[in-house]
């Protein structure tokens, strides 16, 4: 959920992504040592591009961008799903806290 979160609140920019109006520095160790992209560099910038429903240019980040997050938003009603599933069943909270007196 909270990579869903943050997707909404970076903005998305050409070489990198902003919190507020700050860079946020790129964390790819790969590109960093050895100056090469790796097959992940570009996922940051296109959840950030899908959080503001952009697509298209989600697409031209990374092309697997898209489908890798709406397989992160359709995680969310699936767990909040189990997980009241799993209350109703035991009565206990969701990270098996005390039953209910």
């Given at each position: ?23 946020v ?14 097959w ?26 898209p489908?890798l997050?709406?397989?992160v ?26 039953p209910?007196?």
């Amino acid at each position: 959920m909270a990579v869903v979160v943050l997707s909404v609140v970076l903005e998305p920019a050409a070489e990198a992504v902003r919190l507020f109006g700050w860079e946020v520095p790129p964390l790819c160790v790969f590109k960093a040592t050895l100056g090469i992209e790796c097959w992940g560099c570009g996922l940051t910038r296109a959840f950030t591009h899908m959080g503001h429903a952009d697509p298209a240019a989600a697409f031209a980040r990374h092309r697997m961008g898209p489908v890798l997050y709406l397989v992160v938003v359709a995680q969310i009603p699936l767990r909040a799903w189990r997980l009241w599933q799993e209350h109703r069943r035991t009565g206990l909270g969701p990270v098996g806290g005390y039953p209910p007196s």
